[in-house]
């Protein structure tokens, strides 16, 4: 992977986190507490997500979609969700205080699910954008490595019959009197030059 898109793919994950950690910590500061228990639930809803990024962006996505197994990638996928969402709903109401309070009350089922929903989901984009400029970045390569081939492989072909043809008007001219053979000697000179290095440059001037 080049490196313009390696830091693109980094910016990314940066700006997701950033924004992903400044939403889970808007909600839960905004809700009166203890300031301990708030911190405590925060850290561990990053540390849980983080791992859950991770595995999904790191793991599933090169395991199963590259390879094409799109049903085993959504049904782990799954697991992951159904597992992330059940640990959360049983570790929130220790580390926090309005489930101490009012255990009713004390789990929003609908941002727990959300929440764990937008990490799998933005993980498994990411990968996915990943695999697909791969694969583009790596047939353009094979594209071009092909037309250099040919261009080579032409080279080969029309060179020889080129040059033999030359030397043979040459050395039937040479037999005429006044003959050119010289310049024409010295011009079968300056283009083997140029085919040989001239041709194999990006930029060739014409001056």
């Known amino acids: ?12 994950h940066i700006i997701f986190g950033i924004s992903y950690v ?20 925060v850290l561990f809803v990053i540390a849980l997500n983080v791992f859950l990024y991770y595995i999904c962006y790191s793991k599933l996505v090169p395991a199963f979609y590259e390879t094409n197994k799109y049903s085993e990638y959504i049904l782990y996928a799954l697991i992951l969700f159904i597992f992330s969402s059940l640990l959360r709903i049983l570790i929130d109401p220790l580390i926090s205080e309005e489930a101490i309070k009012n255990p009713a009350d004390g789990i929003s089922l609908i941002n ?20 697909k400029f791969l694969i583009e970045s790596e047939y353009k390569n094979l594209e071009f ?17 080129f040059l033999l043809n030359t030397l043979n008007n040459i050395y039937a001219g040479s037999y005429k009197e006044n003959s050119a053979s010289a310049d024409a000697i010295m011009q079968l000179s300056q283009l083997l030059q140029y085919v040989i290095y001239e041709t194999g440059k990006k930029k060739i001037y014409l001056s």
């Open 1 to 12: 992977m080049n490196r313009k898109w390696n830091n693109l793919v980094n910016i990314q």
């Open 22 to 41: 400044f939403a889970i910590a808007f909600i839960e500061f905004s809700s009166s507490g203890n300031l301990i228990l708030i911190v405590s639930k």
């Open 145 to 161: 490595e092909k037309t250099e081939t040919d261009l080579t492989l032409i080279k080969s072909r029309i060179n020889p019959h």
């Open 112 to 131: 727990i699910y959300a929440s764990q929903s937008i990490v799998i989901l933005m993980a498994s984009f990411l990968g996915i954008s990943k695999h």
